[in-house]
């Protein structure tokens, strides 16, 4: 049986509790649009977004596509994710006591478009 927790793709991973699993953006310097993306953004420096797609049982109010929106440090530098690679490449573990939010309606889809071309 399939579990519940496990993303469409072919990654076998299951995060526990309350983490969440989440494909990092891919940035490629520009948007479409053709907004330069700042170098703090790409070095993953600051708040960003994921796309979830594994979750553990305790995480059940975020879903299977959603976009989150977390810091990925607090105020003294300490990770709040943290990145692991699966298959060569990298994702992020995140509890989802650090999320800020997750993106909604037209947003979400530009976000995904743009960032998550390829979802996983």
Known sequence: MESKTKSKSAIDFEPVR????IQLPTFTGKTESGVLMPEV???RSYPMF????GRGPNASEISLGDVIYAPLKNEKGI???MPI???GEEYGLV???NIYGVITG???QKIKKEFFPISK
């Open 85 to 87: 690679e699966i298959d």
């Open 95 to 97: 509890s989802k006591i």
């Open 106 to 108: 037209k947003e979400k």
């Open 41 to 43: 953004i790409k070095d």
């Open 18 to 21: 309350e983490l969440l699993l």
């Open 50 to 53: 994921g796309l979830v797609i």
């Open 79 to 81: 990770n709040l994710y």
